[in-house]
């Protein structure tokens, strides 16, 4: 199915819009009222369990298909500096390189 240039923007307006109302009908319906405690443990971990997964998928995904790589290994060297306590720079230099190289071969 082809879509036109019209159709695009429109399909594109009418998600930007319902993204909008989604947003907006938590406050609308919550505003004011104090959330249960156990509602707010589970919205605190809900960052770090999003941003690992998002991670995970992008270190050992390539397309539709899980594989592991050269970017795979320099991402766990990086771990295990980051591990070591080395600096964020030099992990990420040294995962840049690991991954270059691997490649290279």
């Not at 923007?9 to 947003?23: D, E, F, R």
């Not at 050992?60 to 080395?86: D, E, I, K, Q, Y």
């Given at each position: 199915?082809?879509?036109?240039?019209?159709?695009?923007?429109?399909?594109?307006?009418?998600?930007?819009?319902?993204?909008?109302?989604?947003?907006?009908?938590g406050p609308l319906l919550l505003g004011g009222r104090e959330l249960p405690p156990w509602f707010s443990r589970v919205i605190v971990l809900m960052a770090p369990a999003l941003l690992s997964a998002?991670?995970?998928?992008?270190?050992?995904?390539?397309?539709?298909?899980?594989?592991?790589?050269?970017?795979?290994?320099?991402?766990?060297?990086?771990?295990?500096?980051?591990?070591?306590?080395?600096?964020?720079?030099?992990?990420?230099?040294?995962?840049?390189?690991?991954?270059?190289?691997?490649?290279?071969?």
């Open positions: 199915m082809t879509l036109t240039y019209t159709q695009v923007w429109v399909l594109i307006l009418g998600l930007a819009t319902l993204t909008v109302l989604i947003k907006a009908l998002l991670v995970v998928t992008s270190v050992f995904a390539t397309g539709r298909s899980w594989s592991v790589g050269a970017h795979t290994v320099g991402v766990g060297v990086a771990a295990v500096m980051l591990w070591r306590r080395c600096s964020l720079v030099l992990s990420a230099v040294v995962a840049v390189l690991v991954t270059a190289a691997l490649r290279a071969i």
